[in-house]
């Protein structure tokens, strides 16, 4: 009788996990069935698994490693300000150097506080609008991500049959069970790509809106630019009814410079970043003009708007986000765009060359995958059914058989360690597994 095959070391590491954490992953974007490769080691652009295969990481830990896995400068500056001490219940000058640092890239950004995720800067923006305001009501747009915060979950996955409320416009949908109800009642949804139907909901609920929260290149909206349309609606809105504009650029501030929002014509009060302004450190940042961030000033007692915690500002992320900025410079932005509009425009000529119906949208350094001849536009066009969502998960684990590691939905990132010829690999064989697991979905749905 043959002795049953080995278990790998992952394999063993996940079954040990499974019995300590739930779901067996400490986050479900994680988990690949029946079990996730566990990292071992980064170098560059590639992850190296306990298992020894060597992979070619586009998801860079959700896309905030800019510069890959352990980047000589980060790893330098991390280690000497290690050597001073990991945390102070006292300011270090190094939260004013980064502070600083984002100044100097976008004028709108003249003050900042620091926090330890995404999550937390939307969530400390949103309470600064209020307070602002005095108003409660948030909007957001259907289909985005905005952190684990109950208002901005708010839409997140809505599915036709619960999308629309009993007039056609985007209804509140509840995310998480337990939400309650009266967050539904606070949260006005906003479709992506119609600024038509944008418009007239603002019109009737902007005067309830404490702030407006956006990304314009949403990953969970099909990371597809928002039109020029619906930013001028925004910024009507904004100048006509006193609404604080949140630009949530925690992925996006990697697309240019100063960041997003300029690119798109938005001029935001708030704008909140993370991932790549802390070197693949925990943090985040809520920055804006001197006048609105005193809300949260303590100076002089009580704030409006409490914002700090134990790790706020730690010295570690401090030193690793400037080693990242300081490296990610005008040319490397435009040497990393570049190779990320090659990138798509080779995957677009190989899936027409295949006679495969996808597209493949993006911007910048970020992709994404879609199946079908449907223009993409924002969330709805975008949205997958159960069927066609487990056809993506089946390309994202061909991917990973082939070496090469996207996000469960097929979206990913460039960093700067990558050159022509990884981002001719990634367009090789994604056309490749894209033609061949689209051509055995038609001929099993064939029978």
């Given at each position: 009788?043959?002795?049953p095959p080995a278990k790998s070391r992952s394999e063993t590491a996940y079954l040990r996990e499974?019995?300590?954490?739930?779901?067996?992953?400490?986050?479900?974007?994680?988990?690949?069935?029946?079990?996730?490769?566990?990292?071992?080691?980064?170098?560059?652009?590639?992850?190296?698994?306990?298992?020894?295969?060597?992979?070619?990481?586009?998801?860079?830990?959700?896309?905030?490693?800019?510069?890959?896995?352990?980047?000589?400068?980060?790893?330098?500056?991390?280690?000497?300000?290690?050597?001073?001490?990991?945390?102070?219940?006292?300011?270090?000058?190094?939260?004013?150097?980064?502070?600083?640092?984002?100044?100097?890239?976008?004028?709108?950004?003249?003050?900042?506080?620091?926090?330890?995720?995404?999550?937390?800067?939307?969530?400390?923006?949103?309470?600064?609008?209020?307070?602002?305001?005095?108003?409660?009501?948030?909007?957001?747009?259907?289909?985005?991500?905005?952190?684990?915060?109950?208002?901005m979950e708010v839409s997140l996955d809505p599915s036709p049959a619960n999308w629309n409320d009993?007039?056609?416009?985007?209804?509140?949908?509840?995310?998480?069970?337990?939400?309650?109800?009266?967050?539904?009642?606070?949260?006005?949804?906003?479709?992506?790509?119609?600024?038509?139907?944008?418009?007239?909901?603002?019109?009737?609920?902007?005067?309830?809106?404490?702030?407006?929260v956006v990304d314009p290149l949403a990953s969970r909206a099909g990371t597809v630019p928002m039109?020029?349309?619906?930013?001028?609606?925004?910024?009507?809105?904004?100048?006509?009814?006193?609404?604080?504009?949140?630009?949530?650029?925690?992925?996006?501030?990697?697309?240019?410079?100063?960041?997003?929002?300029?690119?798109?014509?938005?001029?935001?009060?708030?704008?909140?970043?993370?991932?790549?302004?802390?070197?693949?450190?925990?943090?985040?940042?809520?920055?804006?003009?001197?006048?609105?961030?005193?809300?949260?000033?303590?100076?002089?007692?009580?704030?409006?708007?409490?914002?700090?915690?134990?790790?706020?500002?730690?010295?570690?992320?401090?030193?690793?986000?400037?080693?990242?900025?300081?490296?990610?410079?005008?040319?490397?932005?435009?040497?990393?765009?570049?190779?990320?509009?090659?990138?798509?425009?080779?995957?677009?000529?190989?899936?027409?060359?295949?006679?495969?119906?996808?597209?493949?949208?993006?911007?910048?350094?970020?992709?994404?995958?879609?199946?079908?001849?449907?223009?993409?536009?924002?969330?709805?066009?975008?949205?997958?059914?159960?069927?066609?969502?487990?056809?993506?998960?089946?390309?994202?684990?061909?991917?990973?058989?082939?070496?090469?590691?996207?996000?469960?939905?097929?979206?990913?990132?460039?960093?700067?360690?990558?050159?022509?010829?990884?981002?001719?690999?990634?367009?090789?064989?994604?056309?490749?597994?894209?033609?061949?697991?689209?051509?055995?979905?038609?001929?099993?749905?064939?029978?």
């Amino acid at each position: 009788m043959n002795a049953p095959p080995a278990k790998s070391r992952s394999e063993t590491a996940y079954l040990r996990e499974a019995k300590v954490v739930p779901g067996g992953s400490m986050r479900a974007a994680q988990w690949f069935k029946p079990h996730p490769p566990y990292a071992a080691r980064g170098e560059g652009c590639w992850v190296i698994d306990i298992d020894g295969r060597r992979i070619l990481d586009c998801a860079n830990n959700f896309f905030s490693l800019i510069h890959g896995h352990a980047f000589s400068p980060i790893l330098d500056a991390v280690h000497r300000a290690m050597a001073a001490g990991t945390a102070f219940g006292l300011p270090t000058e190094s939260e004013i150097l980064l502070a600083e640092a984002l100044a100097a890239r976008n004028p709108r950004m003249e003050q900042t506080r620091f926090c330890n995720s995404g999550t937390e800067a939307v969530l400390s923006a949103l309470k600064a609008a209020r307070a602002i305001t005095g108003r409660e009501g948030v909007g957001k747009f259907e289909g985005c991500y905005h952190g684990a915060y109950d208002w901005m979950e708010v839409s997140l996955d809505p599915s036709p049959a619960n999308w629309n409320d009993e007039s056609g416009n985007p209804a509140s949908v509840r995310s998480n069970a337990g939400a309650p109800e009266s967050v539904l009642r606070e949260t006005v949804v906003l479709p992506y790509d119609d600024p038509l139907r944008c418009a007239d909901i603002l019109r009737r609920k902007g005067r309830t809106l404490a702030a407006i929260v956006v990304d314009p290149l949403a990953s969970r909206a099909g990371t597809v630019p928002m039109s020029k349309e619906t930013a001028a609606v925004l910024r009507e809105a904004c100048q006509r009814d006193g609404i604080l504009l949140i630009a949530d650029e925690v992925i996006s501030f990697r697309l240019s410079f100063d960041g997003a929002s300029r690119s798109f014509g938005l001029e935001p009060d708030l704008i909140t970043t993370a991932k790549i302004i802390g070197g693949g450190l925990p943090i985040g940042a809520v920055s804006g003009s001197a006048d609105l961030m005193s809300v949260f000033n303590h100076a002089e007692g009580k704030p409006k708007v409490a914002m700090g915690g134990t790790f706020s500002g730690n010295p570690l992320s401090m030193a690793a986000g400037l080693a990242s900025l300081t490296h990610y410079s005008q040319s490397a932005i435009q040497r990393l765009n570049g190779l990320g509009d090659r990138l798509r425009n080779s995957v677009r000529d190989g899936f027409s060359a295949a006679g495969v119906e996808a597209s493949f949208t993006g911007m910048g350094s970020l992709f994404r995958l879609h199946l079908g001849s449907a223009n993409v536009t924002g969330y709805r066009t975008a949205y997958t059914s159960p069927e066609k969502t487990q056809l993506i998960r089946r390309i994202q684990f061909a991917m990973l058989d082939e070496g090469i590691l996207l996000t469960p939905n097929c979206s990913g990132a460039l960093s700067t360690p990558m050159t022509e010829a990884e981002t001719s690999l990634i367009a090789d064989k994604l056309v490749a597994v894209v033609a061949r697991e689209v051509a055995g979905h038609e001929r099993v749905a064939a029978g």
